[in-house]
């Protein structure tokens, strides 16, 4: 029998437990002979009884009838009690039969008895829950607020009942798109039409707000991935949201959102967790999948460092990584303040994982050195970069190839050296087909590893002092006999919602100040992810890379491009505004930006991972000789002028282009 460790509620239920046996059984001779038991009868009664009841609170504890509370009574609850009641209804007779007790017990008093039990035992908790929940919450319903329930599927049916217990909401009905719903009631609410009509309904019952109940379930995303791996196909989820989206700004409610079906089933949601609606509910990405033992087995226990940990991504890399207990997380970064407010969240939210807070630069060799041999980590995450396109085409275009692929050498290069296991560095889509000095750069700086890959320095014989002389490579044909290398996995992706410098924080801020919203150009797309899915498919990549030396690029499946356009009337839309109050303005392409960003070049294909949001792309190979041609190039100037960048990229990266596409 489990061990169960009583308290005052648990005595008090389990005592009328018994109560209600022996009035069972006591109305069960009752009924059997209309309220006047023959003594005969009334004798018997009185010597089964302690038998019976002893059998009815063994079954009672067995099945673990006061481990719950009665306020939250449930269908769970009331099947344990059924369970516990025909276990002990099963178990009298037998017990009777076994002791050869021959006192008459009347068959229909065998059969009544129970039923009897359950009815009562199960009635005086349902009537508990009732009484406590109007105490609770029965007084206060004209101090809620009115709220439209968008959707009548298995996610709105398990928030309407959450929402009959809030003191906050009161539901007045939902709205669905199938005709064969409207007019039906869930847990007592009525389905009043159709999404479409919420601007009218909205109007004639005074409602406020809307809550968008649309998710899919676990069996729905499997479904949809089975059958619609073509991405032609509009994703009728995200369709029905966006639409859901602009009948609350037609109708003037307020629209909120719910999270997940999953998570609302399984307990871990509660009604609390409403929210407003957020631009990345808006992507219809479905939630990351994680090989969670094989991260355990990259991560735990393992000194970890991420590179540009004080940026949007290098900190949420953080954040997933102290999920699977690494030995210890080394946070490297060049911006003092970005790493003091990382600093200041971590040490709070996360006191027991060993951390080390230190200020770098990727390119200053003797800083990683003494960094790598303090700490010795095992794995590595290489974020630092520069990354805003504009920025990096004008004035600064020698900065930015020295830093993301002079940067991602020295880092690499001293990673080899200290026998680093794994190596991720986290490139971009703007590296395909680059029209852009950032794009070429990280181009390169994916080279630089799949060079590095097949060339790697031997500790014994070669020169590893990395990049303070560069000339101390020495030939690269003499670098491949280290038999242990470290897998080197590249993973590209393109932009996401909310990160340092997007677009997000851009069109919030020009709305705070009454418009207009600037776009580059009405036809302009991008591929966008949550920054927590970025950074999970960053670890999830490279888990599965890297290994026999394969050195390979992975590709994040981000679904459908965003029309940035689109995007921006979302986000008017989100604040509760129309067109008509905030202004799209389109000021033509920036410097190096193209209309649309590309995940694989021209020669590329790609091969799938047992992971559907990852795939492999078939680059070409990198001779092993270029890199110490590019790395010659690096050490013969120590500046160069933009123009002369960009025309000499062109010859380390073929793919690249130094005009502004207009297709």
Same mark, same amino acid.
């Given at each position: ?266 307990g871990k949601i509660t009604v609390s967790q409403i929210r407003t609606v957020e631009p990345e509910d808006l992507l219809g990405r479905d939630p990351v999948v994680l090989d969670n033992e094989g991260l355990h087995d990259l991560l735990t226990g393992k000194t970890v460092l991420v590179t540009g940990a004080g940026g949007s991504i290098g900190s949420e890399l953080c954040r997933q990584i102290v999920k699977f207990g690494p030995g210890r997380l080394v946070l490297f970064e060049l911006n003092e303040f970005a790493l003091y407010s990382v600093e200041q969240e971590f040490q709070i939210k996360f006191p027991d994982i060993p951390m080390s807070f230190t200020i770098g630069d990727v390119k200053d060799h003797a800083r990683l050195t003494q960094v790598f041999s303090k700490y010795q980590p095992a794995v590595v995450f290489h974020a630092a970069a520069y990354k805003h396109v504009p920025l990096m085409e004008h004035e600064n275009a020698w900065q930015a190839v020295l830093n993301n692929v002079l940067g991602t050498y020295a880092l690499a290069h001293t990673a080899i050296a200290h026998g680093v296991e794994k190596f991720v560095l986290i490139s971009t889509d703007k ?32 020169? +590893?002092?990395?990049? !303070?002389?560069?000339? &101390? /490579?020495?030939? @690269?044909?003499? %670098? #491949? ?80 491009? +965003?029309?940035?356009? !689109?995007?921006?009337? &979302? /986000?008017?839309? @989100?604040?509760? %505004? #129309? ?85």
């Amino acid at each position: 029998m489990p061990v169960y460790k009583p308290n005052i509620r648990a005595v008090i239920a389990f005592v009328h437990d018994l109560a209600a046996a022996v009035i069972a059984w006591w109305l069960a001779y009752s009924f059997r002979f209309n309220f006047e038991i023959p003594p005969l009868y009334l004798g018997s009664l009185k010597e089964i009884l302690p038998w019976a009841v002893t059998l009815h609170a063994a079954a009672f504890l067995w099945f673990g009838l006061y481990r719950g509370l009665w306020h939250y009574a449930s269908l769970p609850d009331l099947r344990r009690i059924l369970f516990a009641v025909l276990a002990s209804a099963a178990a009298v007779p037998l017990a009777l039969f076994m002791l050869q007790i021959h006192s008459g017990v009347p068959r229909t008093v065998l059969l009544l008895g129970p039923i009897l039990l359950l009815f009562i035992m199960g009635g005086s908790r349902l009537a508990y829950r009732l009484w406590k929940e109007h105490r609770l919450y029965g007084q206060k319903k004209p101090e809620r607020n009115l709220v439209l329930v968008l959707g009548a599927g298995d996610a709105a049916v398990g928030l309407v009942k959450e929402l009959a217990r809030s003191v906050q909401w009161q539901v007045v009905g939902l709205l669905d798109d199938d005709p064969a719903k409207t007019g039906l009631m869930l847990h007592g609410f009525k389905v009043l039409g159709k999404i479409n009509e919420l601007p009218v309904i909205a109007k004639e019952t005074g409602v406020a707000h809307a809550i968008i109940a649309m998710t899919s379930s676990a069996t729905d995303r499997r479904k949809a991935y089975r059958s619609q791996l073509d991405r032609r196909r509009p994703d009728r989820l995200l369709r029905d949201r966006r639409r859901a989206l602009q009948m609350c700004a037609a109708a003037g409610v307020k629209a909120l959102t719910i999270p997940s079906y999953d998570d609302l089933i399984s307990g871990k949601i509660t009604v609390s967790q409403i929210r407003t609606v957020e631009p990345e509910d808006l992507l219809g990405r479905d939630p990351v999948v994680l090989d969670n033992e094989g991260l355990h087995d990259l991560l735990t226990g393992k000194t970890v460092l991420v590179t540009g940990a004080g940026g949007s991504i290098g900190s949420e890399l953080c954040r997933q990584i102290v999920k699977f207990g690494p030995g210890r997380l080394v946070l490297f970064e060049l911006n003092e303040f970005a790493l003091y407010s990382v600093e200041q969240e971590f040490q709070i939210k996360f006191p027991d994982i060993p951390m080390s807070f230190t200020i770098g630069d990727v390119k200053d060799h003797a800083r990683l050195t003494q960094v790598f041999s303090k700490y010795q980590p095992a794995v590595v995450f290489h974020a630092a970069a520069y990354k805003h396109v504009p920025l990096m085409e004008h004035e600064n275009a020698w900065q930015a190839v020295l830093n993301n692929v002079l940067g991602t050498y020295a880092l690499a290069h001293t990673a080899i050296a200290h026998g680093v296991e794994k190596f991720v560095l986290i490139s971009t889509d703007k590296a395909v087909n680059p029209t852009n000095v950032m794009g070429a750069s990280k181009r390169l700086a994916e080279m630089v590893c799949q060079s590095l890959q097949q060339a790697i320095p031997c500790r014994e014989t070669d020169d +590893v002092d990395g990049v !303070d002389d560069l000339d &101390d /490579l020495g030939d @690269l044909d003499d %670098l #491949s006999c280290r038999t242990q290398r470290p897998g080197f996995v590249m993973v590209r992706f393109g932009n996401v919602l909310g990160s340092a410098g997007s677009v997000i924080p851009k069109f919030r801020e020009q709305i705070e100040k009454g418009g207009p919203i600037t776009v580059t150009h009405s036809e302009i797309t991008r591929y966008f992810m949550s920054i927590p899915e970025a950074a999970q498919l960053v670890l999830q990549a490279g888990l599965m890379g890297g290994k026999n030396g394969a050195g390979e690029i992975f590709v994040l499946d981000m679904g459908e491009p +965003v029309k940035i356009a !689109d995007l921006a009337r &979302d /986000l008017i839309r @989100l604040s509760g %505004l #129309s067109e008509d109050d905030i202004q799209i303005v389109y000021n033509g392409l920036r410097p190096g930006e193209k209309l649309y960003e590309e995940l694989l070049a021209d020669d590329e294909s790609t091969l799938p991972t047992p992971h559907p949001k990852l795939r492999i792309a078939q680059a070409r190979p990198i001779d092993r000789k270029w890199l110490a041609e590019l790395l010659a190039w690096l050490s013969e100037h120590p500046v160069l002028g933009d123009e002369e960048v960009k025309q000499d990229l062109a010859r380390w990266v073929p793919e690249y282009s130094n005009r502004e596409s207009t297709h």
